[in-house]
């Protein structure tokens, strides 16, 4: 099974920036589509963005579409999100999340591999 280990998270203010990284522990990274979600007190899961395997097309919430970028280093193993701009609603834990296959989704449902989470506040 595929490990992630998400890091970089922590307390930004208001307009701030943020890069959070997403570790995997196995080279068959390189054929997967991986995701970013989160998660605030008393609420579900959201998706965030994804990028396909290669980095071939990404896709954006609608809520960090022009904020957030998506990227990955398969040399690495690594995926990135680069968080510009934060808003105080960006405050949640961030999961990094891997499919099975190349193509993304946006919905928990799709991805088979997930890490334990970082913390991102973000202070008005």
């Known amino acids: 099974q595929v490990q992630l280990v998400e890091s970089g998270g922590g307390l930004v203010q208001a307009g701030g920036s943020l890069r959070l990284s997403c570790a995997a522990s196995?080279?068959?990274?390189?054929?997967?589509?991986m995701g970013w979600f989160r998660q605030a007190p008393g609420k579900e899961r959201e998706f965030v963005t994804a990028?396909?395997?290669?980095?071939?097309?990404?896709t954006y919430a609608d809520s960090v579409k022009g904020r957030f970028t998506i990227s990955r280093d398969d040399a690495k193993n690594t995926v990135y999100l680069q968080m510009n701009s934060l808003k105080p609603e960006d405050t949640a834990v961030y999961y990094c999340?891997?499919?099975?296959?190349?193509?993304?989704?946006?919905?928990?449902?799709?991805?088979?591999?997930w890490g334990q989470g970082t913390q991102v506040t973000v202070s008005s």
């Open positions: 196995e080279r068959t990274f390189t054929s997967k589509a």
């Open positions: 990028i396909s395997w290669r980095g071939l097309s990404t």
């Open positions: 999340a891997g499919t099975s296959g190349p193509h993304w989704g946006v919905t928990t449902a799709q991805y088979d591999y």
